[in-house]
């Protein structure tokens, strides 16, 4: 399994700070490996508290089922096919602010965002999943 | 109270393992006991990290009532008899996947599959029930 | 990071639990991957249900650490370094029976196993590991 | 109440992280806040898993308690006044690695070290603490 390293989350890490910066947001910005473990995070000054655990949550959820956390959102709605699964893996975070990290097409990781609108979480992710 | 062996319990994953395979598919499979309690387990590689817990819900899920999760699901959704009964037995998964498996008529226990459609999961899900 | 595969995950699980028959003792067995994931899992007949759990943390907790388990224990003694660390990362068990898996030098999983004494668990654990 | 800044975490990682690589170790380190709520989190390549956790809750501990880890510790062992106070608060880590951070005298948050010996974590901690 290919991993990422601390050199490319912090990178990715960077992006997505800066990107925070540009739309006058305060996020909470998690970054986990390969094996959805946590490799780096960041909490803007006046981000958020409920933020940190939410931001770590959506990395998590985007490297476990290795997509969008949105996407995985709009299946769990009430009559959709995985309805509640938000109550799996100790809790999982299904609205937008976490995608995945690839490299040569490989997921290594994963990003997730929170401390703003689920669009500028989701926006802020994919400036920091760009990075690499 | 009738119990599933592990020579049983490894045909069941066999031929649930067999049908993923022949469907494309990358599963988690995890079988429980009568009592609920994890008797084995497998994951195939690439499966999603996400769907090791959510298949060894699904085969508690099961057990514990009795039932296809997905039937246990139709009563969950807002407005319904159980609603949000996921919350409760450490996290229940109510959607297709988990079935249970009898022995001469008797629950000996459940299997529960995860990593691919609710559809998939639940026809893999079958194949190993059927073993039995 | 390289991982563990499902074929060499059985190999482990094959070789201990024929270690285990030998020594005419009843175990639970656990395969995680380099993540610390599980990744194969088995229970024989009559086995301590207690054990699921141990045998899983025991896994976890080598690859956590990349050392045996018992290992571990002996720093965590009262007036030892690492007193109480046990309490961490949701519950380690840190008596043997807990082994990395190493291929080509490196570490890709790990095998915990629980079910007998702790001189027996390490026992079947280690000829588990030595299939790889 | 006066709290650390993102800026000023992050001197005290880098701090940290220098004082790792000059030892040769590999670090999980952790900053949190004076609310004891995680600020910055870095693992270096290759730094054990099992550490991720410790080191949060050896900087969680340290400020939950505006003193040392290894101070706790002292405490906390058999016959001595607070045995086992590391059950509480989720889990708390009690042996060295984890120091207060002080801004003009007062405490603005603590880091948390894990990944080589206690007297490695809590010399890389020192590090950092200086930063500020």
Do not use: C
């Not at 912090?10 to 540009?22: C, M, P």
């Not at 960041?42 to 959506?58: C, E, F, N, P, Y």
């Amino acid at each position: 399994m290919t991993d990422i390293s601390l050199n490319e989350a912090r990178q990715v890490l960077q992006a997505a700070h800066e990107a925070a910066l540009e739309a006058q947001t305060k996020m909470n910005i998690a970054v986990v490996d390969a094996g959805g473990n946590l490799k780096a995070f960041t909490r803007m000054d006046g981000a958020w508290l409920g933020s940190i655990d939410i931001a770590v949550k959506k990395a998590r959820t985007a490297r476990y089922f290795d997509m969008p956390t949105g996407d995985l959102g709009t299946l769990s709605q009430p009559g959709e096919p995985l309805f509640n699964i938000e109550v799996s893996n100790g809790g999982l975070i299904t609205f937008p602010g976490g995608i995945p990290l690839l490299k040569d097409g490989v997921v290594v990781g994963a990003i997730g965002v929170s401390g703003s609108t689920v669009e500028d979480d989701h926006s802020v992710a994919s400036a920091g999943a760009a990075a690499l």
